[in-house]
């Protein structure tokens, strides 16, 4: 019987060794295409955070808790139209610069 008690399988600590000969990926490591796409997440979330601060109080959306979420919600899907291809350019900027290095 083996006791397991101690493995955290949340925190990714039982990891598999990397074969000799291969170079482990460094944390930020992300594929064209999907680090494209983590760019483009990240100028959405800066997008959201500048609508939020520009974004007056009013009753459209309701009050209270409810009208907090659907205001929440409509920003965050209008900043990731805005986000989309070409957007703002930061994304491609932030993507170029990581793909150099």
């Known amino acids: 019987m083996e006791i397991n008690s101690y493995r955290n399988h949340g925190a990714g600590l039982n990891r598999q060794a990397v074969p000799i000969g291969e170079t482990p990926k460094r944390a930020g490591e992300i594929p064209g295409d999907d680090l494209r796409k983590k760019a ?25 808790f409810q009208g ?9 899907e209008l900043a990731s ?17 990581l793909k150099q290095e």
């Open 68 to 76: 907090d979420f659907y205001q929440s919600f409509f920003l965050r």
């Open 81 to 97: 139209k805005i986000a989309e291809y070409p957007g703002l350019g930061l994304a491609e900027s932030i993507y170029r610069t």
């Open 40 to 64: 483009q997440e990240f100028e959405a979330v800066l997008i959201e955070q500048m609508l939020k601060a520009v974004q007056p109080r009013s009753g459209l959306f309701g009050k209270g």
